[in-house]
């Protein structure tokens, strides 16, 4: 069977070792490491597929567990898939729903045969297996796929993640079984653990051994320490083939990005730019920006002076924060624009220091100049 | 002094005298019949000047009652005016902020100098009077404002319409003398009336004799039937000079923007398009769709399969719809793109029929199709 997804090596910085490469998908190409946006119901919150495209964004995420919900796979499946019923043509990953059934689905009860709980929507009683999970992906049709995994609490019990950690793995392999598109649909194999290397190891072990053609980083910045994180990914990533993609789950602070780019991510996702921007925040070449306070009333800049996009290139602080403050949904529009630019500027810059060898220097220049230094601020 | 606005009569439909024209601001020309989509705290509700460009809106309104509220006149003109505030470089039209007085607020009273009332935002008291609202239209800088009328309700007491059409007289004269800015600002004066064609032509008869550059009619579309609507046009355009656009305020509804371009109207404005797409409804060829409703769930065809414009051209009403039942932005980002174009269009559509003499032909075969001609449907 030839893969669906191929990752390509085009140069490790000299200094982190820290990888620009290239992953193409039945739906185009795009170059990592890379920064991407999530359309949790199908639709990257207030934002067009063109904006996306005029950004760079060559790959957005979907959420399983909430197309499951709502509209469903049989209509996803109907419209001819998600890239059709959302008029996205490039490439989209989903995630399992696993995640969401551990953090946002009530009255759980994990069995081997899967998870039993209740919508948080409808309330109805519902049942998620790995072979389920992969059933949906299939129908939602996305170009990257995830198994189901367990996302336990960082610090659980030592037993329990050992359990948790086995059966993940047994359930990955009943995914693989279960995907009927693998031509079509690459899965990714999603290596848990919490803190514990040995359990990492096992983790990655088992699912390298089952030939994914990538690997995901789950179960990571979930309330433990950015420093705790980033030795869980040294220690992590080189478990990895060198060959095939690595994606850090639900991370998106600028930091965090940069630091996991260094211990050899490719692929990042997070709500963050799109959540923020709701409430009126905004990151800036300077650091966070709250828009939408009264000390922007009279601010004719843009957000971020030294930022090209369209939000900034056309519009004030001034004319932001009226916009917000008055519930006008252009203005989470032109925030949601903005944070999404900068994460996927970021990654740009970020992938032009790797090819330079400069990454380590292109990080300190950032953190200062954003305020990651200056421990008066709070992010 | 010269005029900021002209009017060119272009042609007139053989028929019905219905006017095809184009109106010369500081901010470009548009041409008449022209629906004016409104955008209310100087944003068109979800939508972008980009988006309102691509579908040839050539003048939009903002409302000067609720931009004095927020973010008030004074951050507007630091900013260097409505125009670049909101980055819409076409025209511009300020209502004066009366009808909002009149509709909205809370506590209002009544004198020859103005009017006292309760902000319906801060619930602070304050005091609009014709030089109040001319200056705070002459802050905010549009090309075509309004000057302060009252608004009285449809079925007023004969003698409290007679007396305050006559003081809407006088106010529409002091705030004439109160304009800083007539060489760059077009005023219109506001003929009202109620239902008794002695106190319109009265009131027309006053405003033409301040030889305003051009007139609206106010006190329509407030209630009263659109027979009696149509009755009170076809009395009052004859009133006003051929030379001067004349401006049917707040409809915006298919049927009454035929009407009124048959009565000799140039320029509506609406909330309709984009209130009613905020609940999931929209307008189609074929009549008003509500396409929120469970029966679209598996429609993949557009809202309007006749219509051209982007949101019909990339999404389905399968798509929408469930965008708009899991609260996504961009559902009613699509359907507010759509009904503003949709209204956009048809007055496109009325210009090319009264251009061929057959605005008739046009009237009869859009309502027979619209569904009008059907008492079973309510519209």
Known sequence: MSSPLTYKLIHQDKKTG????????????????????????????????????????????????????????????????????????????????????????????????GVTFKSHISGAKMFLSPEKAIGIENDLGPDIMMSLDECPPYFSDFEYLQKSVARTSRWAERGLKAHRNPDTQALFGIVQGGPHEELRRQSAQDLVSLDFPGYSIGGLSVGESKEEMNRMLEFTTPLLPQNKPRYLMGVGSPDALIDGVIRGIDMFDCVLPTRIARNGTVMTSHGRLVVKNAK????????????????????????????????????????????????????????????????????????????????????
């Open 18 to 113: 820290a990888r620009l490469g290239e992953i193409t998908t039945p739906h185009g190409t795009f170059q990592t490491p890379m920064f991407m946006p999530v359309g949790t119901q199908a639709s990257v919150k207030t934002l067009a597929p063109e904006e996306l495209k005029e950004m760079g964004a060559g790959v957005i995420l979907a959420n399983t567990y909430h197309l499951w919900q709502r509209p469903g796979p049989e209509i996803v499946k109907e419209a001819g898939g998600l890239h059709k019923f959302m008029n996205w043509d490039q490439a989209i990953l989903t995630d399992s729903g696993g995640f969401q059934v551990f953090s946002l689905a009530q009255m759980r009860d994990i069995k081997e045969e």
């Open 296 to 379: 922007y009333a009279h601010d004719f800049t843009p957000m971020d002076p030294e930022c090209d996009c369209y939000a900034c290139r056309n519009y004030t602080r001034a004319y932001i924060r009226h916009l917000i403050k008055a519930d006008e949904t252009f203005g989470i529009r032109l925030t949601s624009y903005h944070n999404v630019y900068f994460l996927l500027n970021l990654m740009k810059k970020v992938r032009a220091a790797i090819m330079n060898d400069e990454l380590l220097e292109f990080r300190a220049d950032f953190f200062e100049k954003y305020g990651y230094n200056d421990s008066s601020r709070d992010f």
